[in-house]
């Protein structure tokens, strides 16, 4: 857990909030127009809001941008009595949501923010206004055109078979930038210390490295299939499929493999935006800041003058 105050050379300047709805601390932050539209920005492994840092300040010119931390990174707590599956950091977001009173939310998830996301709509798809993926499958679209596995969960397989992966994954303090760049992380040029202590400080030893081991575990071992399954039970994957939708997917993604994000996506918004972003990988925030912002506000003003056209 970071320090609440800690901003990173002035690379994270913004003011920590927490909640205790979930029964832990979770930071968050609140910034931008509070009558705005809601962004809800939502994190992946193994990172923290972090990640939005250098589409935060524009975002927030025209609308209420809140990020949080999910439990076990970032400068949210990491109890050592909870699960860390899917299923729980739904529960969470969905405290989170309940204790801001937010509505009409615009997610903008990443990696495990979509599945998350998607969870969160369709148990409740009346808050939901629409969806910006980034690099992200939900797995609701049916059969998918690789079956391969991708090259991070070849190297997490690989690992669990082994033994090896709570000894890796629990030292992401030293070795953060290699398995970033497993999951696809492209541009390196400006990835100086400071940058580095802003990710690796959120892991000082193996106990606060629970979030990041178990996440890519849910998925390789396939715990989280029951949670999905009940999800869809409830019978609102229509209402989901009725939002508007956009992805960006950077193309070098080595997490989740580019055919299949986009084949998920356009099986569920078939006319729904794509926009492949060929110099970009998983970390797309990172990656390409500025092209994201460019997308995600075209989206909502298209979406914003098609409602007031009826």
């Not at 390409?288 to 007031?308: G, R, Y």
């Amino acid at each position: 857990m970071i320090d609440k105050n800690e901003t990173f050379k002035g690379t994270w300047p913004f003011p920590a909030q927490f909640s205790n709805a979930s029964g832990f601390k979770q930071h968050f932050i609140d910034v931008g127009q509070s009558n705005g539209e809601v962004l809800l920005c939502l994190h992946g492994e193994p990172t923290w809001g972090y990640v939005y840092r250098k589409m935060i300040p524009k975002l927030a010119k025209n609308y209420r941008v809140i990020v949080p931390d999910h439990m076990g990174f970032g400068k949210s707590e990491t109890p050592q009595d909870r699960l860390y599956t899917l299923e729980s950091h739904v529960e969470n977001l969905t405290r989170l949501i309940e204790d801001l009173n937010l509505k009409n939310i615009t997610f903008v998830a990443q990696d495990w923010g979509g599945p998350i996301a998607g969870a969160y709509a369709l148990k409740y798809p009346d808050n939901v206004a629409r969806f910006c993926f980034l690099n992200t499958l939900l797995g609701y679209g049916g059969k998918l055109p690789r079956e391969d596995l991708s090259p991070w969960f070849e190297w997490v397989s690989k690992n669990k078979k082994d033994g090896t992966l709570p000894g890796l994954l629990g030292e992401l303090k030293s070795s953060f930038l290699s398995i970033v760049q497993i999951i696809g992380l492209e541009q390196l040029n400006d990835r100086d210390q400071n940058w580095l202590n802003a990710y690796s400080s959120a892991f000082p030893d193996r106990a606060s490295c629970i979030g990041a081991i178990e996440f890519p575990l849910d998925i390789y071992l396939r715990r989280c299939i029951p949670f999905i399954v009940e999800r869809l039970k409830l019978g609102n994957l229509s209402k989901l499929k009725a939002k508007p939708a956009m992805l960006a997917e950077g193309m070098r993604d080595r997490a989740i493999h580019p055919e299949n994000a986009i084949s998920d996506f356009k099986l569920l918004w078939p006319n729904g935006p794509v926009s492949e972003i060929e110099m970009a990988g998983h970390f797309c925030q990172e990656d390409c800041p500025e092209i994201l912002v460019a997308l995600i506000e075209q989206f909502i003003n298209m979406t914003l003058l098609e409602n007031k056209s009826y």
